[in-house]
């Protein structure tokens, strides 16, 4: 089970994630209270070893301003979010790094049908912790996608026995309020993202 943990703007936060074995860090560089300059984003990549993927994640920004962002920051993976086109991701291939694509369930399920490397299956408004019909999407998907939307250590078991993702991703559901993250419920969540069956 590849499991992310996504919005961090701690230090020690992105320790302890890494500590935890989480597989996928990310970086929001869109509007969001969990926001962090290209700077900051790199001062926190440099943390993370060369085994688990850092992201960035966009929602709405044209080509040239995610590529700035990215390069600016040294990711190694860039999350769009929303309906973007294929065109989009076109624009970004030639950067060399993993690209994700983060839809709604309304969305075309198949990873890799925009050129993409990795597929997001999120609520309709993503980072807002709202948990929705998770089982509604079992079995649609194809390739490697991962479960996102309202998860949370209690509740991140069951999700992945109503869907059967390749993985799962997470902000507000380690976090004791907006964009302030949690060491504890972060070690809780992929623990128990990795227990389930
Ligand atoms: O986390 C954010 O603030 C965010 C903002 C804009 C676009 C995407 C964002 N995060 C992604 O949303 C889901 C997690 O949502 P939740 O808070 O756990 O319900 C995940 O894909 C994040 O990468």
Same mark, same amino acid.
């Given at each position: 089970?590849?499991?992310?943990i996504?919005?961090l703007?701690?230090?020690?936060? !992105?320790?302890?994630?890494v500590e935890?074995? @989480?597989?996928?860090i990310?970086? !929001?560089?869109?509007?969001?209270?969990?926001?962090?300059?290209?700077?900051?984003?790199a001062?926190l990549?440099?943390?993370?070893?060369?085994? !688990?993927?850092?992201?960035g994640v966009f929602?709405?920004?044209?080509p040239?301003q995610v590529?700035?962002a990215?390069?600016?920051?040294?990711?190694?993976?860039?999350?769009?979010?929303?309906h973007?086109?294929?065109?989009d991701?076109?624009?970004?291939?030639?950067?060399g790094?993993?690209?994700?694509?983060a839809?709604?369930?309304?969305?075309?399920l198949?990873?890799?049908?925009?050129?993409?490397d990795?597929?997001?299956?999120d609520?309709?408004?993503?980072?807002?912790?709202e948990?929705?019909d998770?089982?509604?999407?079992r079995?649609?998907?194809?390739?490697?996608?991962?479960?996102?939307?309202?998860?949370?250590?209690?509740n991140?078991?069951?999700?992945?026995?109503a @869907?059967?993702?390749?993985?799962?991703?997470?902000?507000?559901?380690?976090?004791?309020?907006?964009?302030?993250?949690? @060491?504890?419920l972060?070690?809780d969540?992929?623990?128990?993202?990795?227990g389930?069956?």
């Amino acid at each position: 089970m590849h499991v992310k943990i996504c919005g961090l703007s701690e230090p020690g936060h !992105v320790e302890t994630a890494v500590e935890a074995g @989480a597989d996928a860090i990310g970086f !929001v560089l869109t509007r969001s209270p969990r926001q962090v300059t290209p700077e900051r984003a790199a001062e926190l990549a440099a943390l993370v070893p060369g085994h !688990v993927l850092t992201v960035g994640v966009f929602r709405g920004e044209d080509p040239a301003q995610v590529r700035a962002a990215t390069l600016a920051a040294g990711l190694r993976a860039v999350q769009l979010h929303g309906h973007h086109p294929h065109a989009d991701f076109t624009a970004l291939k030639d950067l060399g790094l993993s690209l994700v694509r983060a839809v709604d369930a309304e969305a075309d399920l198949r990873c890799g049908a925009y050129d993409e490397d990795l597929l997001i299956v999120d609520a309709p408004r993503p980072g807002s912790g709202e948990p929705w019909d998770w089982a509604a999407v079992r079995g649609r998907p194809s390739g490697r996608w991962l479960l996102a939307g309202g998860l949370d250590p209690a509740n991140v078991a069951t999700a992945i026995e109503a @869907a059967r993702p390749w993985g799962v991703d997470v902000s507000s559901g380690v976090e004791v309020a907006p964009g302030v993250k949690d @060491a504890g419920l972060i070690r809780d969540f992929v623990a128990a993202a990795r227990g389930a069956r």
